[in-house]
């Protein structure tokens, strides 16, 4: 079974800082996506950025940035020029691409953007 | 285009009640999920389906949720009957197959369930 663990429950940084979430996963499948959502106070989870597992490129997304590195299981999620609206709880999440197409959540990161 | 349509967006009912949670999966989806998310536990799946057909109900608490998928636009979640520890958010999401589809879910904006 794959899991996803997130090891800082809350971080907290001043506008315009860089910070960075992490993620390790766990699993024996080659093939896969990653992903980081984000959760609002509104509730609605919002994809953030999307990597695919086969390719060696780190994706980017305007302000947000991954660094996956595979063979440690490793997918933080930089966000760069923080904002207030960056405010939310963030998860990071797994999919295999062979088999059951189902997505696999860590415990989420709260992160708040002080003024 | 419309995104995933989830209802009541609010619930407040008594220890013992049936509660239906109801779901509109964006058109041309053939994947639906229902996730559910506590503070103890986080995000978890309870059922998929695909193309209408339950695929993995192994996340159902117990007997008293059913899910049901009646057609390509309409889902419902049914706890009967319900308990205090039941009070969640409960989420409908949906995608596409990977062949034609990136593997995004796409969540609706969740239902809170509150059991007295």
């Known amino acids: 079974a794959q899991t996803v663990t997130q090891s800082q429950p809350e971080m907290s940084v001043q506008e315009a800082e860089t910070v960075t979430l992490s993620c390790t996963y766990d699993t024996s499948e080659s093939n896969y996506y990653l992903f980081w959502y984000k959760q609002p106070p509104s509730r609605q989870m919002i994809l953030v950025i999307r990597?695919?597992?086969?390719?060696?490129q780190n994706a980017t997304e305007n302000r947000f940035s991954v660094n996956f590195q595979k063979a440690a299981k490793s997918f933080s999620l930089k966000i760069s020029d923080s904002q207030l609206g960056d405010t939310a709880m963030y998860f990071c999440a797994f999919m295999p691409i062979q088999g059951a197409q189902k997505l696999v959540f860590g415990q989420g990161t709260r992160l708040t953007i002080n003024p | 285009d419309a995104g995933v349509i989830q209802s009541p967006r609010h619930e407040v009912t008594e220890m013992g009640q049936e509660v239906t949670l109801r779901c509109k999966p964006i058109s041309g989806h053939d994947y639906l999920f229902w996730y559910r998310q506590t503070m103890m536990r986080g995000l978890e799946l309870l059922i998929y389906?695909?193309?209408?057909?339950?695929?993995?109900d192994s996340g159902m608490p117990e007997d008293r949720f059913s899910a049901k998928m009646p057609n390509a636009s309409f889902s419902t979640l049914k706890i009967q009957p319900s308990e205090p520890r039941d009070s969640a958010v409960y989420f409908c999401?949906?995608?596409?197959?990977?062949?034609?589809?990136?593997?995004?879910?796409?969540f609706g904006e969740g239902s809170r369930l509150t059991v007295l």
């Open positions: 389906f695909n193309n209408n057909v339950p695929i993995d």
């Open positions: 990597q695919e597992a086969y390719k060696q």
């Open positions: 999401a949906s995608s596409r197959t990977f062949r034609g589809g990136t593997g995004e879910l796409f």
